[in-house]
């Protein structure tokens, strides 16, 4: 009774949805364009191989299961996967990663006739939830057509407990039917079994984003980006990325670099704004700070006077800190809870973040701990930290080292994953 009145409160709001949608699309056109696929109607390749579906929400759960997807390819040769996301960014990624080497469509909303039509046709003999999205409809269709699912790369805030926990009625009868949870720390086991999922089915794997792969071609490629930078503005530069900032948090980035400057005119700000529809919107923002910008996206060298690059394109973040000197990551000044901080710590940056980083709370004391990662609160510390790490080499190296042995020494989390994926899933090598 109570996934019926959830499923019809979902279709009494779908109206809503789509109006979302059209709204997002205003700035995002992406967003509105295959509308269709998310109601369960789309067409895939006819293809005679048993189907593994992955489902990673968006671009930084598409890029984390990479390495994962790539594995899946390997160890079951007979096998396609087909890859779900919810966002545009995150379909983008698909294909910069894959290729045409798997299938992709928007993920189906959790109406129980969207979920039926997707399940018809993919046929999946497995499901891998990448991360934490639970959807009750999903999950008992699944669990009724006796196709495993899998969530791995599992995190919960006690935020996210809470709100999970207030709908225990949907929450318990859902977590039974999953039949294993790869959390990736202690505490997340925890909440998800306060909230009653079995301890049979529940693995604490760590995270697969320990496994990022960065490659030679990724270093490469950042190192000839700087070297063109340095041809602009001068060999003596020092870079400052600010990943994936947010509304809010870009202005307070730039308050900080004006200190920066003040203090150390040989650094340059690489702000990174998390979603594409906002790139306009910062670079002008950037423009009436009074400060000489050049957009990556043009493909412009920049000059001496340039002090600020703005990186307006998707997918070459690995690339953009291999091309930088010190990374904050945003999200973290306004109360988004942050994001991946261990991509810039495997390429040995010292890594700088705000305060709100609920989404990575392990993750971030561990490499607080280990030395890689400051938390600053406001665009003052950012300044602060920032200006020393400038001058002072030894603390530079010291962060440095930390942060790319914490990554180092926490990998493994990709094998424990597999090993899961097997028990029910036997390997066809």
């Known amino acids: 009774m109570s996934r019926f009145i959830y499923s019809l409160l979902l279709y009494l709001i779908s109206p809503l949805a789509m109006v979302r949608l059209y709204l997002r699309s205003r700035k995002a056109p992406e967003y509105w364009q295959r509308k269709s696929e998310r109601f369960g109607f789309f067409s895939v390749p006819t293809s005679d191989k048993p189907i593994i579906w992955v489902h990673s929400v968006s671009m930084g759960e598409t890029i984390a299961s990479g390495p994962l997807v790539k594995e899946l390819q390997k ?26 080497s798997v299938d992709h469509v928007y993920a189906s909303y959790d109406l129980p006739g969207a979920v039926r039509r997707f399940l018809d046709k993919v046929q999946p003999v497995m499901a891998i939830v990448i991360d934490t999205e639970l ?16 969530i791995t790369n599992a995190r919960l805030s006690e935020r996210s407990a809470r709100g999970y926990g207030r709908f225990s ?7 039974k039917e999953i039949n294993m949870v790869a959390a990736q720390n202690h505490e997340t086991g925890r909440r998800f079994l306060e909230l009653g999922l079995p301890r049979q089915q529940l693995s604490v794997t760590g995270s697969i984003k320990f496994d990022l792969d960065v490659s030679p071609e990724i270093i490469t490629a950042g190192q000839a980006l700087r070297q063109k930078w340095q041809q602009g503005m001068g060999s003596d530069i020092r870079i400052l990325v600010a990943a994936s900032t947010h509304e809010g948090e870009d202005q307070q980035v730039l308050d900080a670099f004006q200190t920066i400057l003040a203090e150390s005119p040989e650094v340059r700000l690489l702000i990174v704004p998390r979603h594409p529809e906002r790139f306009d919107r910062v670079h002008q923002l950037i423009l009436d700070n009074q400060l000489s910008v050049v957009r990556h996206s043009q493909g412009t060298r920049p000059s001496h006077a340039t002090r600020v690059i703005l990186g307006d394109t998707m997918g070459e973040m690995m690339k953009l800190f291999a091309a930088s ?60 930290c920032t200006i020393r790490l400038v001058q002072d080499k030894d603390e530079y190296e010291s962060m440095s080292q930390r942060a790319g042995e914490f990554v180092r020494e926490n990998r493994g989390a990709l094998q424990k994953t597999l090993m899961l994926v097997d028990q029910f899933l036997p390997s066809s090598q």
């Open 135 to 150: 959807w009750p409809n999903t999950i008992a269709a699944c669990h009724k057509r006796s196709i495993p699912v899998l």
């Open 169 to 175: 009625f949907l929450t318990r009868p859902m977590l």
């Open 325 to 384: 000197d010190i990374a904050f990551v945003g999200g973290s000044l306004v109360p988004t809870g942050g994001h991946n901080m261990l991509e810039p710590a495997a390429l040995k940056l010292p890594v700088l973040s705000g305060p709100h980083v609920f989404n990575f709370e392990e993750i971030s004391e561990s490499l607080i701990q280990a030395g890689g990662l400051k938390i600053v609160n406001d665009s003052k510390a950012l300044a602060r």
């Open 75 to 100: 160890n079951y040769p007979t096998h396609g996967v087909l890859i779900t996301t919810m966002t545009p960014t995150g379909s983008a990624q698909v294909g910069k990663i894959h290729g045409d």
